[in-house]
Each structure stands twice: as structure tokens, then as C-alpha cells.
T-cell receptor, first 111, second 118 residues
Framework: GQQVMQIPQYQHVQEGEDFTTYCNSS?????IQWYKQRPGGHPVFLIQ???SGEVKKQKRLTFQFGEAKKNSSLHITATQTTDVGTYFC???????????WGLGTSLAVNP | NAGVTQTPKFRVLKTGQSMTLLCAQD?????MYWYRQDPGMGLRLIHY???????AKGEVPDGYNVSRLKKQNFLLGLESAAPSQTSVYFC?????????????????FGDGTRLSIL
């Protein structure tokens, strides 16, 4: 079936270091979304990418959608303790009303 | 504006008992979803609904039933609870965007229900 692989599963960084998580889909996606879940919380929508090669920025966060629309990345510059949580990517294939979720990358930040 | 509200927040059941989890949204969203989240397993879709009176199976539907009699409510039922159903359950909703791009829109999640089955 359709899958979205997300790596790494865990990442532990020192505050101020950069962080990147990657998603790779087995199928071409029509769009991809990113969510953040704080420990004990619920997933919160961050951004949606639709166009091939699209790059979007939110302050220290940079999101990219690959040219073939099969991969995506989230890069955080100079991590802060407030970045702690699990980051999920979720892709849509065609007009399917369901999202294909990655397993998430858990980020820990040492102050 | 409450968004997505899930009740109850916590529940402990004995094996074989039944219960219903309630999800209510006040954003007039067409789509609603039930997920379960287990350590290392990410979010797995149980059932979803694309409108009032319609439901469909997700990737892990066995042991669960759902109903969407009103647009704002989506109920998840466990007829005979099993320890394997111990999990955190999240409800989510999203709206239908029309006009040339029927893409899946961002999902808004409730706070979750932590369910333990002994």
C-alpha cells in the first residue's frame, strides 16, 4: 500500500543546533502537510505544500516539497527548547480524502 | 469557538465492556476522522466521514463502529473492549475546499481520549 517513510525516528540536539527531518513517499503526492505534537498534546497543523519544488518558511522553520512530489523535508535552524515535540508529515495521494501519515520524528533539545 | 472537543478525556474499562467516545466540532467541517496513537506507531486511521450520514473504514477499523448522525458530531464505539484497544484516541475534522482544488485541507485535532482496557 501507499506509505510515507519518515527519518530519523528520534533526534537529540543541543540548543542552537540545526535539525532536519525527511519524508519519502512510495507514490506521487498531490500535497503534503506537516504537523507538530508537543509531549502530551495533540497534533497541530504547521503548513501545507502543494507545488513541485515549493519552499516555505515560518521563522526558523523551512519546509520543502521535492520536484517529483515524492519527498519533503522540515529544517529547523538554531533549535530552541520550545521546538521539542514530534514532527509528522502527512501526504495526500490524488483526490483521496485520507492522509498518509509518517511515523514522526521526535525531537529532544538539550538547553 | 471551542474547535474540536472530545469526551471523555480519560477512561478505564474492563475487557468486554462497551463505551462510546464523542467528538464534537463547531467549525462546520464536512470531514471528520478518528485516529488511534500508540507508541512508535504514529497516527492510524480507524474510520472517517466525509459528511453527515456517511462513514468509511480506515486502516484499522476492526473492533470499532462509528456514526455521524449530525454534521457536528462523530461517535466512536467499542462494542466489546479488548486490551489491544488501549490507546490514545484522537478525533480530527477538516473542511472541504471546492472550486478546482479538492485537496485534503488541514486537520484540526481534539485533545484526545486516553483509554485503558484492563
Amino acid at each position: 500500500g501507499q506509505q510515507v517513510m519518515q527519518i530519523p525516528q528520534y533526534q537529540h540536539v543541543q540548543e542552537g543546533e540545526d535539525f532536519t527531518t525527511y519524508c519519502n513517499s512510495s507514490t506521487t503526492l498531490s500535497n503534503i502537510q506537516w504537523y507538530k505534537q508537543r509531549p502530551g498534546g495533540h497534533p497541530v497543523f504547521l503548513i501545507q505544500l502543494v507545488k513541485s519544488g515549493e519552499v516555505k518558511k515560518q521563522k526558523r522553520l523551512t519546509f520543502q516539497f521535492g520536484e517529483a512530489k515524492k519527498n519533503s523535508s522540515l529544517h529547523i535552524t538554531a533549535t530552541q527548547t520550545t521546538d521539542v515535540g514530534t514532527y509528522f508529515c502527512a501526504g495526500q495521494a490524488g483526490n483521496n480524502r485520507k492522509l498518509i501519515w509518517g511515523l514522526g520524528t521526535s525531537l529532544a533539545v538539550n538547553p | 469557538n471551542a474547535g474540536v472537543t472530545q469526551t471523555p478525556k480519560f477512561r478505564v474499562l474492563k475487557t468486554g465492556q462497551s463505551m462510546t467516545l464523542l467528538c464534537a466540532q463547531d467549525m462546520n467541517h464536512e470531514y471528520m476522522y478518528w485516529y488511534r496513537q500508540d507508541p512508535g506507531m504514529g497516527l492510524r486511521l480507524i474510520h472517517y466521514s466525509v459528511g453527515e450520514g456517511t462513514t468509511a473504514k480506515g486502516e484499522v477499523p476492526d473492533g470499532y463502529n462509528v456514526s455521524r448522525l449530525k454534521k457536528q458530531n462523530f461517535l466512536l464505539g467499542l462494542e466489546s473492549a479488548a486490551p489491544s484497544q488501549t490507546s490514545v484516541y484522537f478525533c480530527a475534522s477538516s473542511y472541504l475546499r471546492t472550486g478546482g482544488f479538492e485537496g485534503t485541507q488541514p486537520q484540526h485535532f481534539g485533545d484526545g481520549t486516553r483509554l485503558s482496557i484492563l
